[in-house]
């Protein structure tokens, strides 16, 4: 897929500076001089084009209530039901298989420790298996912006 001067903006600009505001695409559009329809058409066509697999501001979790990051030990040929009902619960923002006993983890957050506990309670309660529960020690920074030299692309 080539992809025009606009769009390089787009993805160099908004790697690490996502506006944070009520309407950041009208914003990002505005600093590119396009308009906010141009700005959602182009992010979702280079979604559809798998050059951009997500668009969105990430948050100092820590800030934002409580979260954990958990695992259940799922029987194989039960991984998509399990998943597709881990999905489903609330506050849980990605689940992915790992091989491991614990072969299901994923991410829950919640506005405060208490509600967390009981939303891990309840979704262990559900799916009748049993869940590692991994709360953060220590955070770790990690800069998942690439600087792109676009001249160097074919």
Not at 75 to 86: F, G, H, S
């Amino acid at each position: 897929m080539r992809l025009d001067a606009a769009e390089r903006q787009l993805i160099d600009r908004y790697q690490r500076h996502l506006p944070v505001c009520e309407r950041p695409y009208r914003e990002m559009a505005r600093e590119l001089g396009l308009t906010e329809d141009e700005v959602i058409a182009r992010l979702s066509r280079l979604q559809e084009n798998q050059v951009l697999s997500r668009v969105g501001p990430v948050f100092e979790h820590s800030r934002a209530g409580a979260s954990l990051l958990a695992a259940v030990a799922a029987p194989e040929n039960q991984m998509d039901l399990v998943a597709a009902r881990i999905n489903r619960a609330p506050g849980v923002n990605h689940n992915y298989a790992r091989e491991h006993a614990y072969n299901l983890w994923f991410v829950m957050t919640a506005p405060d420790e208490e509600t967390l506990d009981e939303r891990l309670d309840e979704l262990e309660y559900q799916l009748q298996l049993p869940m590692l529960r991994l709360p953060m020690i220590e955070g770790y920074h990690i800069d998942l912006g690439f600087d792109i030299d676009w001249e160097a692309l074919p």
